[in-house]
């Protein structure tokens, strides 16, 4: 039980860790829009890097947003029906739903690391004008679903644990 416990405290921790230091880079994606705006009206003169790299940073900030999504259970839900179960119920049907979960991650785990790993073979860049290298920022795709893969994990041994001894863990 303590292992158990211990297993899913470590998931946890992880990705609130990764996720609070992700979050900060709102900072330099404002920086990086704002001084974008000020080249572009201002001077007359856009950089051709600007609106790339802040896609990349918000697509960044986006997709490592999803571990805490789920740690926080802010996805969106159908309980309808569930809202009326008795949370011993509820917690069983979530471990069900998990497993499709957990197969979905499972895919595109796989399918974005095949990605990540040709593009990392071909040192593949961008096709814009700037055409600065991708491979790196396709790399933490896979790295961000593992995350994801692993706070589900920890919500099923949470939900597991809840419908076979009738105890939140």
């Not at 996720?19 to 051709?48: C, D, K, N, Q």
């Not at 999803?66 to 839900?77: I, M």
């Amino acid at each position: 039980m303590m292992t158990i416990k211990r297993i899913v405290e470590c998931i946890d921790k992880t990705n609130r860790f990764i996720t609070s230091f992700t979050m900060w880079l709102i900072l330099p994606l404002i920086g990086i829009m704002l001084f974008e705006v000020v080249m572009r009206y201002a001077f007359h003169s856009p950089t051709v890097w600007g609106a790339e790299l802040s896609s990349m940073i918000f697509g960044i900030y986006m997709i490592y947003s999803g571990p805490c999504s789920v740690y926080e259970k802010v996805q969106v839900g159908v309980d309808l029906f569930s809202s009326k179960w008795k949370p011993r119920t509820q917690a069983a049907v979530h471990c069900l739903t998990y497993v499709f979960t957990m197969a979905f991650f499972v895919s595109i785990i796989s399918l974005t690391f095949k990605y990540a790993m040709e593009s990392w073979e071909l040192k593949e860049v961008s096709t814009s004008a700037w055409g600065q290298p991708i491979y790196h920022w396709k790399a933490l795709i896979p790295i961000a679903y593992v995350l994801t893969f692993a706070q589900t994990v920890s919500d099923f041994i949470r939900n597991a644990y809840l419908a076979i001894t009738g105890e939140e863990l």
